[in-house]
Nanobody, 124 residues
Framework: QVQLVESGGGLVQVGGSLRLSCAAS????????MGWYRQAPGKQRELVAS?????????TYADSVKARFTISRDNAKNTMYLEMNSLQPDDTAVYYC????????????????WGQGTQVTVSS
C-alpha cells in the first residue's frame, strides 16, 4: 500500500494562500489518480479536488473551491500539490490526500491509501 505524507498546512489570515504537498512512496505514483479531501469539525469528509493519473490532464474541483484552488502533480517527485488562494474561514479543516481510487462518471472515488492529514486554519 502506498504511504502518503501531507505537509504545508498552517494558520493563515482571510484572503491568504497556502500550498499543500502530498508525498507518496513507491513506484506506482504515476499510474494512480489522486484526490484532496478535507474534514472540518463536526462535518463529514468531503472531496475538494482530484487529478487523473499520468499527466494529470483531467481535474475536478468542489464548487466551493473552484477558481481559488489548483491541484497538480509532479510524477518525477512523487508529489501532489494543492495551491489554495483567497482562503476563507470555511476552508478551515484537516486536509487529507488519497490515492488508489479512480473515476466513475467523471467523479473521483477514494482508494485505500490516506495520509495523516495537515491542519489548515483560516483566521478572520
Amino acid at each position: 500500500q502506498v504511504q502518503l505524507v501531507e505537509s504545508g498546512g498552517g494558520l493563515v489570515q482571510v484572503g491568504g494562500s497556502l500550498r499543500l504537498s502530498c508525498a507518496a512512496s513507491g513506484s506506482s505514483f504515476r499510474i494512480n489518480a489522486m484526490g484532496w479531501y478535507r474534514q472540518a469539525p463536526g462535518k463529514q469528509r468531503e472531496l475538494v479536488a482530484s487529478i487523473s493519473s499520468g499527466s494529470g490532464s483531467y481535474t475536478t474541483y468542489a464548487d466551493s473551491v473552484k477558481a481559488r484552488f489548483t491541484i497538480s502533480r509532479d510524477n518525477a517527485k512523487n508529489t501532489m500539490y494543492l495551491e489554495m488562494n483567497s482562503l476563507q474561514p470555511d476552508d478551515t479543516a484537516v486536509y487529507y490526500c488519497n490515492t488508489g481510487g479512480g473515476y466513475a462518471s467523471g467523479h473521483y472515488y477514494s482508494g485505500p491509501s490516506w495520509g495523516q492529514g495537515t491542519q489548515v486554519t483560516v483566521s478572520s
